[in-house]
């Protein structure tokens, strides 16, 4: 089974849209979702053209906030700082990765943990291994959201994470285990990793490198979860997945491009309705 992530992102998508019609007339104004990128990277400039058309489906307000190379990380951070003291402002998104002379980490810590749609504050974080409410990061989330929507048992199964980035591979091990998975987090250092990969009922692949995955190193019949996105010489896009080799072996499989992508935007949109009700709620109850 192919895993159609871009028609399961647009559904998400829809009942955002529905949501926000709603919201908007109990809460007399839209959600609003600030995006900033600094410098003209072109992997960048095309993933928060997406976004921004993803906001204006779901109906909400914001700005794009475009900042030459050249913008000092003090400046970056002046203007997050009056994102973060605009009440009409409920998500802030600082698109990575940022130029050489900026401290990413300090970008995220100057986000305002309740309006951090990333998920990256180490608030939220912290809230997340603590099994607390919070914000969760999108791409982890748009993973969980494909099993779910595939059909895939978590429980008692064997998951193995290759990549243990902040980002993807550390989060989305904490979901599954939460889902009761027996998980391995596994990486592109790892002794043997064919052997590892092969006991996976659940592979979810994030470690960069184009076509990494063999059909050789997949359980017959595994869901295999492919994060990866790499241009390739020819200027093609591919996973990190063999996805010719792979498809013939696994029970379910995510393409790329249509795969993980769709749904990390789709639970953007999601986590900026979430912060956006929760601030609206705390609002209207101190009135």
């Excluded at 979810?204 to 490198?209: D, L, N, R, T, Y």
Aim: charged share 25%.
């Amino acid at each position: 089974m192919i895993i159609d992530g871009k028609a399961i992102a647009q559904q998400l998508k829809d009942e955002v849209r529905e949501q926000v019609e709603t919201l908007t007339k109990q809460y007399g104004r839209k959600p609003c979702l600030d995006v900033i990128i600094v410098g003209e990277n072109p992997a960048s400039m095309s993933y928060v053209k997406s976004k921004i058309k993803a906001t204006e489906y779901c109906g909400f307000d914001g700005e794009l906030i475009q900042l030459p190379e050249s913008t000092s990380q003090d400046e970056l951070l002046r203007i997050i700082r009056s994102r973060n003291e605009n009440e009409m402002v409920d998500g802030i998104l600082v698109q990575l990765p940022l130029p050489k002379h900026i401290d990413e980490q300090s970008v995220i810590e100057a986000i305002a943990q309740e309006k951090d749609v990333d998920g990256f504050h180490p608030t939220n974080v912290a809230k997340l291994w603590l099994n607390q409410e919070t914000i969760v990061p999108c791409t982890p989330m748009g993973i969980m959201a494909l099993l779910a929507k595939s059909g895939t048992p978590l429980e008692g199964r064997h998951a193995v994470v290759v990549g243990r980035s902040n980002i993807v591979g550390k989060p989305i091990a904490k979901l599954l285990l939460d889902k009761n998975c027996t998980v391995t987090i596994a990486h592109s250092r790892t002794a043997d990793l064919g052997a590892i990969c092969r006991e996976a009922d659940i592979l979810v692949v994030a470690v960069g490198k184009a076509k990494m995955i063999k059909g050789d190193m997949v359980k017959p019949g595994a869901t295999v979860i492919d994060v990866g996105i790499n241009r390739m010489e020819d200027g093609k896009i591919a996973g990190d997945v063999d996805f010719d080799s792979v498809a013939p072996v696994a029970g379910a499989i995510t393409p790329v491009p249509g795969g993980v992508g769709p749904m990390t935007i789709s639970m953007l949109m999601y986590n900026t309705l979430k912060c956006y009700n929760r601030r609206m709620s705390n609002l209207c109850a101190n009135q």
